[in-house]
């Protein structure tokens, strides 16, 4: 049975977002909820009400779990024996890279309807630039991300989670904030407060190792990191105390940078003499891998397909792209690609030079996933000379149901311009049942919206208005609210 119409309890709107900074927040960060999990979902509707789990072979790690999992307490990268001990009656199935991969790219070809300037950090997830939104579609970036939600579940038929702020940094935490099907902003007025009592693991850049040291140090939230003083923090921790210092400020300079799939890093040789032979071609190629990942480590990004170049003696020119199962910088994962791709080609002819390279850069931080599955989808399944095409049939249509949770400071007040959307995912993605109980206070994003059941836009409306072309801004005054 539907749940009743909440209103919101403020101006009585129904399925509205307000924020006092809506106009200025510009920096969206969006990410697919339970990931392999749930394209798995959307394919076998037979295990809509199962908890699913995704790798855990024989000497396998979890590479990720539905959410429904995740309440037994299984987790990615958790070896399967501890998995299966959570979960026994989890369904485990092994991962099909390909298909995450097609359904990834198709997403981030959705984001990229609604702005060019994305910034991808792995397969599913990405940031979004959304500064000429208005200009670009007379919308705010928030009606935009919210109907971009709503056309990936239509059309993919899985439920994505989206942070909305002024930078990065608050952007990327706030679509964790609400997961599943989340929508959360976090402004200005309100980031320092928010951040206080987080933990330092939270801030880009800290990883176990930071972490246990700032934790030595006495230090354990973000708040705490607001009190130093900026040299101190410097001197203590190097260049990173500096970002520790504007992170706990809510500052966070970065751009959105777009990594066009065209971009590529390689290192590449002209012989003195001309060379056919496999095995002195093969040093060569090690050499240059070597260096090509050594460029990848340096400026922390990975490449998701393998380029091999060469160049006869007579002047032809061959390239050879291997598309792999994930982005990587792994230079033996290159390596092995690249020898693949050469060895096809070495029959007696006489080559002048040879190049390695990668592209479809990615960030690395969701490089080389940790997933002994993996290997079971080796980089030489799929060869391609392109990006995939979108040939994969949409998932079945869903309805979405909300219900307002108000949300509370510290104190445990309901503030007036501060709720939270929770919304009710489809039971063919990623929805345990029942649904999750709301996110303790402190956790909640900073965001009021308030949501009733709606009549369903048709897909069509969805995607013209995301795919509506650039036209003129017509003046007309921000919203700090908008409805729809
Ligand atoms: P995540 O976005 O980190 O996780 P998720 O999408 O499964 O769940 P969430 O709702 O919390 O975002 O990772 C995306 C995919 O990357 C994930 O579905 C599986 C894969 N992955 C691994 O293979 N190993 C890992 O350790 C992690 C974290 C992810
Ligand atoms: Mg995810
Ligand atoms: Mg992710």
């Not at 246990?212 to 921790?237: A, P, S, V, W």
Request: charged fraction near 25%; proline fraction near 7%; hydrophobic fraction near 35%.
């Amino acid at each position: 049975m539907a749940a009743p119409a909440i209103l919101c309890p403020h101006c009585g709107d129904k399925r509205s977002i307000a924020h006092a900074e809506l106009p200025e927040l510009e920096i969206g960060h969006l990410d697919c909820d339970a990931f392999y999990a749930s394209i798995e979902k959307r394919d076998r509707p037979e295990l809509a009400h199962q908890p699913v789990i995704i790798g855990g072979g024989k000497r396998g790690v979890v590479s990720t779990c539905c959410y429904m999992a995740r309440k037994f307490g299984v987790r990615s990268a958790m070896p399967a024996f501890k998995a299966r001990e959570l979960c026994p009656d989890g369904i485990f199935l092994p991962p099909d890279m390909a298909k995450y991969q097609r359904e990834g790219m198709r997403v981030r070809d959705m984001m990229r309807a609604v702005t060019p300037v994305i910034e991808p950090l792995s397969i599913d997830e990405a940031f979004m630039d959304l500064t000429d939104s208005y200009e670009r579609t007379g919308k705010s970036p928030a009606e935009n991300l919210v109907a971009l939600q709503r056309l990936i579940l239509q059309e993919v038929g899985i439920t994505v989670s989206i942070g909305l702020s002024y930078n990065k940094f608050l952007a990327k935490i706030a679509s964790d904030l609400n997961k599943p099907f989340g929508f959360s902003l976090i402004g200005r007025a309100e980031a320092v407060e928010f951040l206080s009592d987080k933990p330092v693991r939270m801030m880009w850049g800290v990883g176990p190792a930071m972490e246990r040291k700032l934790h030595q140090d006495g230090i354990k939230t973000i708040g705490q990191l607001h009190e130093i003083d900026i040299h101190h923090l410097q001197g203590r921790y190097g260049s990173i105390g500096k970002r520790f210092y504007h992170f706990s400020r809510g500052e966070d300079n970065r751009q959105v940078e777009t990594t066009s799939e065209r971009k590529s890093l390689s290192s590449e040789t002209t012989f003195s003499d001309d060379i056919a032979d496999s095995a002195a071609l093969g040093d060569i190629l090690t050499r240059l891998t070597g260096r090509v990942a050594h460029d990848l480590e340096r400026k922390r990004i990975a490449g998701h397909t393998v380029v091999l170049k060469l160049k006869t003696a007579d002047f032809k020119s061959r390239t050879r792209n291997m598309r792999l199962a994930y982005p990587t910088l792994r230079e033996d994962v290159i390596l092995q690609s690249a020898m693949t791709l050469l060895h096809r080609e070495i029959d007696g002819t006489k080559f002048r030079l040879l190049g390695v390279g990668v592209t479809d850069l990615f960030n690395a931080d969701a490089a080389d996933p940790d997933d002994l599955f993996a290997a079971s989808t080796p980089a030489n399944d799929e060869v391609t000379s392109g990006m995939p095409g979108n040939t994969t049939t949409p998932g079945p249509l869903t309805t979405v149901s909300a219900t307002l949770i108000p949300s509370q400071n510290k104190t445990g007040e309901t503030t007036p311009n501060h709720a939270v959307m929770r919304a009710t995912p489809p039971v063919t993605s990623e929805t345990p049942a029942p649904a999750p109980a709301p996110a303790p206070a402190a956790n909640r994003p900073l965001i009021t919206i308030k949501n009733d059941l709606l009549p369903r836009p048709t897909t069509e409306q969805l995607r013209e208005s995301l795919t509506r072309p650039y036209r003129k801004q017509v003046k007309q005054p921000r919203q700090h609210k908008f409805v729809f």
